[in-house]
């Protein structure tokens, strides 16, 4: 969906992703999620053994987290061993 906005859009989640990530601070808003079970096939909705767990969390959360478990990897591929 966010690859589909409006151009004015994306600038405005590209700012607020790069006031986040330089702060090291998300905002409230975005902290917590939902979590659920999910069932694997109709009618088990009851059997534990046949639900899996889902963790809905803020899409602008997301793009954050995501940029910084990429900042991470690269200064971790760049340390010497």
Known sequence: MWQEAPAEM????????NQVVQNEKIP??????????????????????????ICLMNTAAKVVTSVWAKQLSKSLEQQPV
Not at 10 to 17: C, I, P, S
């Open 10 to 17: 994306k600038v405005a989640l590209y700012q607020v992703v």
């Open 28 to 53: 409230t808003s975005w902290e917590g999620a939902l979590n659920t079970l999910s069932p694997k096939k109709v009618g088990e909705e009851t059997i534990l053994e046949s639900t899996r767990p």
